[in-house]
């Protein structure tokens, strides 16, 4: 299977640089970096620690734990996205960190792979959450090249899909040397699908390490919303959430007037939103249009697009209740922790597999619940009237995130002690 594996990328890989080159011209954002993604990767840092986080999410999961590192570890970071989003957030979270880096991960090609692996000679590489490469696990080891999974998941999906190439996902596994996982359901699942149980270690997860950033738009968020009016935010929403919860809003009957925020979770997205929200026959306004008198001052129900990034945690501040998006759709659900944290109460669909330890433990606490699209209607008039039951809901997450927090620094600990060397160390700025 491995053979076949290589095989198909460089027989695929004439029309893929056509595909490539056709997408960068459509989608001028993923120009940058052309070139790293066959391999030829910056080599600035010297021997340093390669940390794999392909989105937004990962990266900042993660972001913390690496400053920490960088900071008592002094070894040099280079942080690989495969996302454009993702590249942005590095290089929002680590402008003022000259040591730590951002370059794409390459095209998993054993030429391009094995180009990265010469040009930055890293002393480790960790993989964060399951981002599992067949060909760069293959040739980390011919470079003695350690690689750990950190905040390693499997959901029960992803194991089933693993199961089902057992001759491909066993060497991957085998040139593994940790597996440090979220939770023992995780660590259940490699095991299944052939972890080696000796190299398995639960460490929980560092997405309960949160480190809330302070309001920077709250009061550009505020302006929208009148005095004592009840607000819905529904953030990270997904392709077809959209119009299901703008019809769930507009057969609230017994809301006769509030605010529903609609924040999807990819900007290329906002244009085919707005077509939506427009065709719903609700008052509703761009985000970047700004607010007007004369929006606030529309009877009943109003819609507000959120069509700009790194807005949603100052709208989940001033929500009354949330609901996290991928999980109407079946999309595994996006991370609820960052309305939990705030004191939220979270609602989610019924698909959340990519979060189901997280869902899990918030539900048990009373801070999240599991809701169908027709649930809703009845769910959140509910929710608006009653603020005790609400305030209830919002501590049970405050607590929860508190009485999980603590895997960041086991982490820094760890990884500081087995990867860092006085050779190897960045000196001292």
Not at 27 to 41: A, D, K, L, N, T
Not at 253 to 260: D, F, I, M, R, Y
Not at 267 to 291: H, K, M, N, T
Request: hydrophobic share 45%; with cysteine; glycine share 6%.
């Amino acid at each position: 299977m491995s053979l076949i594996y290589r095989a198909l990328w460089y027989g695929l890989l004439p029309l893929g640089a056509i595909w490539h080159l056709i997408f960068i011209w459509r989608r001028p954002e993923f120009r940058f970096g052309f070139w790293q993604r066959y391999g030829w990767v910056p080599r600035d840092a010297r021997k340093p620690l390669v940390v794999h986080a392909a989105s937004v999410g990962e990266v900042n999961a993660v972001a913390d734990m690496l400053l920490q590192i960088s900071q008592q570890a002094n070894i040099p970071l280079v942080v690989t996205t495969t996302t454009a989003t993702g590249r942005d957030r590095c290089l929002q979270l680590f402008a003022e960190h000259p040591h730590i880096q951002h370059c794409y991960m390459p095209f998993d090609l054993g030429i391009s792979q094995r180009l990265f692996l010469q040009r930055l000679q890293p002393r480790g590489v960790l993989l964060v959450e399951t981002e599992l490469w067949p060909n760069m696990l293959r040739l980390c080891p011919a470079h003695v090249v350690p690689v750990w999974l950190i905040n390693g998941r499997l959901s029960q999906r992803s194991a089933k899909s693993y199961q089902r190439f057992k001759s491909l996902t066993r060497p991957m596994l085998d040139n593994l040397q940790r597996f440090l996982v979220q939770d023992k359901a995780s660590a259940r699942r490699f095991a299944h699908i052939g972890a080696d149980r000796d190299k398995l270690q639960i460490m929980g997860s560092v997405k309960f390490d949160l480190t809330l950033p302070p309001p920077k738009h709250a009061d550009l968020a505020q302006q929208w919303l009148d005095d004592g009016e009840s607000c819905w935010v529904c953030g990270s929403t997904r392709e077809g959430e959209e119009a299901t919860l703008l019809q769930v809003w507009n057969k609230m009957t017994t809301v006769a007037k509030g605010l529903l925020v609609l924040v999807p979770r990819h900007p290329q997205r906002f244009e085919e939103v707005a077509d939506i929200c427009a065709q719903s026959g609700l008052p509703w306004r761009r985000y970047s249009d700004g607010a007007k008198e004369e929006f606030l001052a529309q009877p009943g129900k109003r819609v507000l697009l959120v069509d700009a990034m790194g807005l949603l945690i100052d709208f989940y501040r001033l929500a009354d209740i949330t609901l996290v998006g991928g999980s109407l759709a079946d999309k595994g659900g996006q991370n609820p922790l960052e309305a939990a944290a705030l004191g939220k109460p979270v609602l989610m669909g019924p698909n959340t597999f990519n979060f189901a330890s997280v869902c899990e433990l918030l539900q048990q606490a009373g801070n999240l619940q599991l809701v169908t699209a027709h649930e809703l209607i009845e769910l959140v008039p509910r929710l608006f009237e009653d603020e005790d039951t609400r305030k209830t809901m919002g501590q049970a997450g405050i607590d929860l995130v508190a009485q999980q927090a603590g895997a960041t620094q086991a982490y820094v600990s760890l990884i500081s002690k087995e990867f860092v060397s006085a050779k190897n160390s960045v000196p001292n700025s």
